[in-house]
């Protein structure tokens, strides 16, 4: 576990280190919560106004805290059913991690760098193409191109906190393993907004968990679904599908660049893997050639295997010898809840005749 992880979702009490930290980094949270609050409050006294695109019906997907949560197989998850209804299906994103603020779709193959639209929208791009994918700093812009494109329907990813551009539906992701975390706001503790911002919610995605803990509680009347992220198949290094037993009793090096590494640590252990080391780089992280020689040496001299995650794995090259695990979604409670939220917008996400 990362030394952030820690300090963000504690199970304990806290080390003198974390709470000496948690000293210095309580102000910085306090002026991060007024903020929001003053944000929030010109939004809804109308100073502050969405803007909304004629012709696209908008999908916000998003989370309370930083990351971890589990937004983007919940997109994935939605992309796929829109498209299976006959949507015209978009898919906005920020792309965290790029160097370019640029507008750009994305699309192959030949397919960009993770480093030119971010590694999550890479990954939901290749993963559908039938989807428009696109990614810029400006997400009204972004939904704009989308509709010109001929897009019905947009999903905005991450995009509970980007108040800017009016939606139809606010779908909100919390983990079950971990919640709220300590419950403190950025950067002290992982919440972008406290639990009160439910209220705008139009669905709230809970991801369950094997030991849940205590959730806050949410508006009466929100519209709720159960459902379980779980590994679904592996990527061998030569690209093969293969079956998840194919971990067990496989002596593993770990490694990802992912909000929350033990999740994953966790994911190998219950897989049967045999793990020798687990290295974790920031969300996000950019790989350095040096850092994936070192992986490759010390994999070697474990006698083990190099494994990362999907999302991980969009950011290494193609050639890069790693076993991927997959991620699938599966609705446990609320499917008719669900499939109510998507067939209330029919007419205007389906094409016109």
């Known amino acids: 576990m990362s030394w952030l992880e820690a300090l963000w979702y504690p199970s304990g009490q806290a080390s003198l280190g974390a709470q000496a930290l948690g ?25 502050l106004a969405a803007e909304t695109v004629e012709g696209l019906r908008i999908l916000s997907v998003g989370n309370l805290t930083a990351g971890g949560a589990g937004k983007t197989p919940v997109v994935a998850f939605l992309a796929e059913r829109l498209l299976g209804a006959g949507a015209k299906v978009a898919i906005l994103s920020r792309g965290h991690g790029r160097r370019d603020r640029g507008l750009l779709r994305v699309v192959g193959p030949p397919w960009p760098s993770a480093e030119e639209v971010g590694d999550e929208p890479l990954l939901l791009a290749r993963r559908h193409p039938g ?43 919390l983990d079950e393993a971990v919640g709220l975390g300590s419950g403190r706001a950025l950067p002290w503790g992982p919440l972008r907004e ?9 669905l709230l995605w809970l991801r369950v968990a094997h030991r849940p803990v205590p959730l806050p509680p949410w508006p009466s009347g929100l519209r709720t679904v159960r459902a379980r992220h779980a590994p679904v198949d592996l990527l061998g290094p030569g690209g093969a599908v293969l079956p998840l ?22 994911t190998l252990h219950e897989l049967g893997a045999e793990l020798t080391a687990m290295q974790g780089f920031s969300d996000h992280h950019l790989f350095r050639a040096s850092e994936l020689t070192g992986l490759r040496a010390r994999a070697a001299a474990a006698g083990a295997e190099l494994v990362t ?14 076993w991927v695990v997959r991620l699938g979604v599966v609705i446990l409670q609320g499917e008719a809840t669900l499939q109510g939220l998507l067939e209330g917008h029919a007419a205007s996400l389906l094409p016109k005749r």
């Open 23 to 47: 000293a210095t980094l309580a102000p910085v949270a306090g002026c991060f919560r007024a903020g929001v609050a003053a944000r929030n409050f010109l939004f809804e006294k109308g100073v």
């Open 309 to 322: 995650t999907e999302k991980d794995a969009v950011r290494l090259p193609a050639d890069f010898p790693a």
């Open 194 to 202: 406290p639990a009160a911002a439910l209220g705008r919610a139009s």
């Open 245 to 266: 037993s194919r971990l067990r009793g496989l002596r593993v090096l770990a490694f990802c660049g992912i909000a929350r590494p033990s999740a994953f640590q966790r």
């Open 131 to 173: 989807v428009q994918v696109w990614v810029g700093a400006n997400r009204v812009s972004l939904a704009r191109q989308a509709r010109s494109a001929g897009a019905t329907v947009a999903l905005l990813d991450d995009g509970f906190q980007h108040r800017r551009l009016a939606r139809d539906e606010d779908v909100v992701v």
